[in-house]
């Protein structure tokens, strides 16, 4: 199996349909309906990748962030949302600091819904490519999807 990619989405159908683009595309997925969720998942098993909405029941996605990235400040994070990041209605950013302060615990990359599915592997791709590079001393990489 390829790189375990923890998908953190409360929309079931495009959950699923990732989920199997995902994989067809060597991705293994784990399954999350909400940040509480993921925060269980990932306490379980080792994820290489958190894909995550924003605007969630129970745990919105930057709160997810903050607490997987307070216990793994370089794992890479794509967050994906179909409205700016500083106005989600559910789960603002931490501290008020939106897209910045996430940026900074290691590789991140904001995927404004819709987007194209090759739009999604080629992010994915991107953010796992960034984490394997080597330090080189400079700010933490945010991509821009």
Do not use: N, Q
């Not at 509480?36 to 745990?59: C, I, N, S």
């Not at 500083?86 to 600091?97: D, E, H, I, L």
């Amino acid at each position: 199996m390829g790189r375990v990619v923890l998908l953190a989405e409360d929309e079931y159908l495009l959950a699923r349909l990732l989920g199997d683009l995902l994989e067809a595309e060597g991705f293994e997925v784990i399954l999350a309906a909400d940040g509480v969720e993921a925060l269980e998942r990932a306490g379980r098993r080792h994820v290489d990748v958190l894909l995550t909405d924003l605007d969630m029941p129970r745990l919105g996605g930057w709160e997810l962030v903050g607490r997987l990235r307070g216990d793994r400040p370089g794992l890479p994070v794509v967050v994906m949302t179909g409205r700016p990041p500083c106005k989600s209605a559910r789960g603002g950013a931490p501290g008020g600091g939106g897209v910045a302060a996430v940026a900074l615990g290691g590789p991140f990359a904001l995927l404004p819904k819709p987007f194209a599915p090759e739009r999604l592997v080629e992010t994915l791709r991107g953010v796992l490519a960034a984490a394997s590079a080597p330090a080189d001393g400079g700010a933490p990489l945010a991509l821009r999807a």
